[in-house]
């Protein structure tokens, strides 16, 4: 029984790791690809870069707030 309860706390803490993981590269694959179709934007209309620039950061913070509400979770189930 004990070796039982061991192994699910290991599957736990390994399940924490893969999705802290997937998380942090869901997050950079968004934001990379917010600053990429920016940067086209800004080159194809040079005249709208302060609203450009502004959607750009609010857009990046959104996702970096799920990515961390996402660890935080992971985290939270890897030590409770």
């Known amino acids: 029984?004990?070796?039982?309860?061991?192994?699910?706390?290991?599957?736990a803490k390994v399940?924490?790791?893969i999705g802290g993981g997937i998380s942090v590269i869901g997050a950079g694959i968004g934001i990379g690809?917010?600053?990429?179709?920016?940067?086209?934007?800004?080159?194809?209309?040079?005249?709208?870069i302060g609203d450009l620039r502004s959607s750009m950061i609010i857009a990046a913070a959104l996702i970096e707030g799920a990515a961390f509400?996402?660890?935080?979770?992971?985290?939270?189930?890897?030590?409770?």
């Open 33 to 48: 690809r917010i600053g990429g179709n920016a940067m086209d934007a800004m080159a194809r209309q040079p005249e709208k």
């Open 15 to 17: 399940g924490a790791a």
């Open 1 to 11: 029984m004990l070796s039982l309860l061991l192994a699910a706390d290991a599957v």
């Open 69 to 80: 509400l996402s660890i935080i979770i992971a985290l939270l189930s890897l030590f409770v």
